[in-house]
């Protein structure tokens, strides 16, 4: 009996290794089926603010709005390129309501939804990249997406982030916000002001979206709950997934836990 058992154990233990193993190949090639055959997943791009909202914090000098419609623009042609289906929310300097942008995504199927925005903080050493989800069904993407960005910027890694944002709170499928860098740090200012590295940002998020489903990471930081709670569960949290996998760099600590000013409208 107890021999019997030890070899049944082992059985099932090899089973498992072997489906676990086979598991994330299978997701790849599933993913990479879906777009060669069927209907093109529609690629939602939202370029944060517009019109009277620049974004961004009061004097800040470069305006968000301009910066996440260039990228947009940018990420569309890449994404198109590649057979997506590409909806924008908005394509010119003009102000669009965050209803409508939920509206605008929930009426598509099979779509995803990528909202573009940059970072601002009064402190201007604050910088790096982060990135948002909200629902679980999102987390996929937003760490596909993050990984790609992360690896592409010189900027630092502060991590992805789940958080109440409106347009991931409200929209009904895979959702993701992502922080192209802060306008108030000079260097990612900079970066941000050429054309290249605008286009190198694009490039890297829509690599992300091809790659949302064989990017095997789900560590992030939730940012969901209020004061004391926060930092403790979003210690847990990563431990939790550290235990799991390590396929993706550590988001810097310090930079992590300081506030930086989002404003999303
Ligand atoms: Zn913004």
Same mark, same amino acid.
């Given at each position: 009996?107890?021999?019997?058992?030890?070899?049944?154990?082992?059985?099932?233990a090899?089973?498992?290794?072997?489906?676990?193993?086979?598991?994330?190949?299978?997701?790849?090639?599933?993913?990479?089926?879906?777009?060669?055959?069927g /209907?093109?997943t529609?690629v939602?791009?939202d370029?944060?603010?517009?019109g009277?909202?620049? @974004?961004g914090i009061? @004097?800040?000098t470069?305006a968000e709005?301009?910066?996440?419609?260039?990228?947009?623009?940018?990420?569309r042609?890449?994404? *198109?390129?590649s057979?997506?289906?590409v909806?924008?929310t908005?394509?010119?300097?003009?102000f669009?309501?965050?209803?409508?942008?939920? /509206?605008?995504?929930?009426?598509?199927r099979?779509?995803?939804?990528? #909202?573009?925005?940059?970072?601002?903080?009064?402190?201007?050493?604050?910088?790096g990249?982060e990135?948002y989800?909200?629902?679980?069904?999102?987390?996929?993407?937003?760490?596909?997406?993050?990984?790609? +960005?992360?690896?592409?910027?010189?900027?630092?890694?502060?991590?992805?982030?789940?958080?109440?944002?409106? +347009?991931?709170?409200?929209?009904?499928?895979?959702?993701?916000?992502?922080? #192209?860098?802060?306008?108030?740090?000079?260097?990612?200012?900079?970066? !941000?002001?050429?054309?290249?590295?605008?286009?190198?940002?694009?490039?890297?998020i829509?690599?992300?979206?091809?790659?949302?489903?064989?990017?095997? *990471?789900?560590?992030?930081?939730d940012q969901?709950?209020?004061?004391?709670?926060?930092?403790?569960?979003s210690?847990?949290?990563?431990?939790k997934? !550290?235990?799991?996998?390590?396929?993706? /760099?550590?988001?810097?600590?310090?930079?992590?836990?300081?506030?930086?000013?989002h404003?999303?409208?």
């Amino acid at each position: 009996m107890p021999r019997y058992f030890c070899r049944l154990r082992l059985a099932v233990a090899s089973l498992m290794a072997a489906l676990a193993t086979s598991g994330s190949s299978d997701a790849a090639q599933t993913s990479t089926a879906s777009q060669s055959s069927g /209907s093109p997943t529609t690629v939602v791009i939202d370029a944060g603010h517009g019109g009277h909202d620049r @974004g961004g914090i009061p @004097g800040q000098t470069i305006a968000e709005k301009v910066m996440t419609l260039d990228v947009a623009q940018r990420l569309r042609n890449v994404l *198109s390129a590649s057979g997506y289906r590409v909806v924008m929310t908005r394509d010119s300097d003009v102000f669009v309501p965050l209803p409508t942008r939920v /509206s605008i995504a929930n009426s598509y199927r099979n779509a995803i939804f990528v #909202c573009i925005h940059f970072n601002a903080t009064q402190r201007a050493g604050a910088g790096g990249i982060e990135t948002y989800f909200y629902s679980r069904g999102s987390l996929p993407l937003a760490s596909a997406i993050h990984n790609y +960005v992360v690896g592409g910027a010189p900027s630092s890694n502060r991590g992805v982030r789940r958080r109440g944002y409106y +347009v991931l709170r409200r929209t009904n499928i895979p959702a993701v916000l992502v922080e #192209c860098g802060f306008l108030t740090n000079p260097t990612e200012a900079a970066y !941000a002001q050429t054309a290249s590295y605008r286009q190198k940002l694009a490039e890297e998020i829509a690599a992300g979206v091809r790659a949302r489903n064989s990017v095997a *990471s789900d560590s992030f930081i939730d940012q969901t709950k209020v004061a004391r709670s926060e930092r403790h569960k979003s210690k847990r949290s990563h431990k939790k997934s !550290a235990r799991k996998k390590k396929s993706s /760099s550590k988001p810097a600590g310090s930079e992590a836990r300081s506030a930086s000013i989002h404003r999303e409208s």
